[in-house]
Nanobody, 123 residues
Framework: QVQLVESGGGLVQPGGSLRLSCQAS????????MGWYRQAPGKQRELVAR???????NYADSVKGRFTISRDNVKNAVYLQMNSLKPEDTADYFC?????????????????WGQGTQVTVSS
């Protein structure tokens, strides 16, 4: 009942910039956190950046100072601005969200993933 639509991936040259977008839709009560993960060929999936509803964000050490994550709580969207791209940034990038469904008895959390978008950094 929850769908994540990603866009913005593609081929860029080293030093270039790219912005990834992820739009969430469906039966969403609230979103507590949204983030981006990536997986390069032969490597494990890793956290790139994650942002909570309050605005606090975490970044992988490899992207600090180059990537910026932001979100639009009204549109239920998350963005990843990627600058000074390096060949090692080449990977499939996945959008991820944590949603909360609350009642008088408390809240339950559910996690959803997008299908992924490919980012290739090469000259």
């Amino acid at each position: 009942q929850v769908q994540l639509v990603e866009s913005g991936g593609g081929l860029v040259q080293p030093g270039g910039s790219l912005r990834l977008s992820c739009q969430a839709s469906g039966s969403i009560f609230s979103i507590s956190a949204m983030g981006w993960y990536r997986q390069a060929p032969g490597k494990q999936r890793e956290l790139v950046a994650r942002i909570r509803s309050g605005g606090s964000a975490n970044y992988a050490d490899s992207v600090k100072g180059r990537f910026t994550i932001s979100r639009d709580n009204v549109k239920n969207a998350v963005y990843l601005q990627m600058n000074s791209l390096k060949p090692e940034d080449t990977a499939d990038y996945f959008c991820n969200i944590d949603t909360n469904y609350c009642s008088g008895y408390g809240c339950r959390s559910f996690n959803y993933w997008g299908q992924g978008t490919q980012v290739t950094v090469s000259s």
